[in-house]
């Protein structure tokens, strides 16, 4: 178990009578990271979260903030956390500033000096003296991370957070979020079924459905596996083709597939560098690692073995490709 991770699950499972709502869900959160929580709606996201502050109960597993088991030492637990479940809600009549002087006095040890440090974080300065009630929907959600992270809690977990805004709220939002986490060291988890939030968002993301953790995948490998390229030669020699692949492929393993029945000419070949994935009715279709190179590269080998090259066609498969090929095709949007 890693000391430095600031949340952690361990198998953690829901039940309520005889319907399993999360299944055994594991992962561990790391200080200073935007971590994200992405499945379609209904997947569990929100009874994750209400499970991490205390709100819902776990049937089985556990949940260890700052090292603290929630069941266990719940007070000593929440002391690290911030959260922001479903809309942050305040006395509208009172003034933004008002609402966070309220929720300071609950807790011993926010000074005034904390106060306006969080208020100049989240730009509220120019209207933290008007009344709640003309605030945007925007506007309301800043006065929420604000009052979320007076204490200086260790992670700030936030359900949904993106929902209602306009796309100048959500930039903002998502801008402040990685500027906490920067400045402020903070562990930062969001939930969303909105892929192209995350994407610009989170550092890492945990994929569920039905209740199911299905990966943790970092974006910069997301990314980088984004950066393969799947490339279909139309040729008139599917053999020689084959060759000149595995000769440019060298000595790494390489498997070739039986042809299908219903296409016999159709091959396979993989290694690590290069992939031939599948060749049917003259197209010979490649995965490439190296970026464009690899493509003309592959083109002139193809030439000098003979072999006629009559279209290149690219298809580069995108972070979307890769979620839809998790969730098995199941809505992500």
Known sequence: MESNCVVQLRNVSKRIGSKTIID??????????????????????????????????????????????????????????????ENPEFYKFLSGYQNLQHFARMIPGITEERL??????????????????????GMRQRLGVAQAILHRPSV?????PTNGLDP???????????????EEGLAVIV???????????????????????LDVRSFKEMQSEAGRVEVQFDVDL????????????????????????????????????LDLAEAAGGILTVTLTEGREQIAELNAQLVRAGVRVYGIRIHNKSLEDQFLEITRGNQIV
């Open 238 to 273: 599917l053999d020689a083709a084959a060759q000149a692949a595995e000769d440019l492929v060298g000595n790494q393993a390489i498997q070739q597939l039986p042809a299908k029945p219903e296409a016999p000419n159709t091959q396979s070949l993989a290694s690590g560098s």
């Open 116 to 137: 306006q440090e969080v208020i100049a974080l989240v730009k509220l300065d120019y209207r933290i003296h008007d009344k709640v009630k003309t605030y945007s929907l």
């Open 156 to 160: 700030l977990i936030l359900d949904e």
């Open 24 to 85: 055994r869900l594991s992962f561990d959160v790391q200080p200073g990271e935007v971590f994200g929580f992405l499945g379609p709606n209904g997947a569990g996201k929100t009874t994750t979260i209400r499970m991490i502050v205390g709100l819902m109960s776990t049937t089985e597993g556990e949940i260890l903030v700052k090292g603290h088991n929630i069941k266990q030492d719940f007070e000593q637990a929440m002391r690290h956390v911030g959260a922001i479940v």
């Open 191 to 213: 939930s969303s079924h909105l892929l192209s939030e995350m994407e610009l968002m989170c550092d890492r993301v945990a994929i569920i459905q039905n209740g199911k953790l």
């Open 168 to 182: 100048e709220g959500i930039r903002e939002l998502r801008d402040y979020l990685r500027k906490l986490s920067r």
